[in-house]
Nanobody
Framework: QVQLVQSGGGLVQYGGSLRLSCAASGGGFNLHNMAWYRQTPGKQRELVAYITTGGSTNYADSVQGRFTISRDNAKNIVYLQMNNLKPEDTAIYLC?????WGQGTQVSVSS
């Protein structure tokens, strides 16, 4: 059974950068598409970025050009590099390997 353990996140000022990591265990990482979502109170969970087994990526319009998803299949880790952060990026970020979710990481951006 897949388990996802997240690290990274925290508080950063407007325009700053953070990197989130999501370490997978349970086998077959390189066979799974991976994704990052985010959630804020009262809103639906939003797909931020995903990466296929072949390395193709896709981003939400709101983060295109600022966020980069990547994966290290040797280490079974998926990353989310977030640059030029804005207050509206404040959310709990969750990595996802269907049907498993990471524990969530708070990202807060001050104006």
């Amino acid at each position: 059974q897949v388990q996802l353990v997240q690290s990274g996140g925290g508080l950063v000022q407007y325009g700053g950068s953070l990197r989130l990591s999501c370490a997978a265990s349970g086998g077959g990482f390189n066979l799974h598409n991976m994704a990052w979502y985010r959630q804020t109170p009262g809103k639906q969970r939003e797909l931020v970025a995903y990466i296929t087994t072949g390395g193709s990526t896709n981003y939400a319009d709101s983060v295109q050009g600022r966020f980069t998803i990547s994966r290290d299949n040797a280490k079974n880790i998926v990353y989310l590099q977030m640059n030029n952060l804005k207050p509206e990026d404040t959310a709990i970020y969750l990595c996802h390997d269907f049907p498993t979710w990471g524990q969530g990481t708070q990202v807060s951006v001050s104006s």
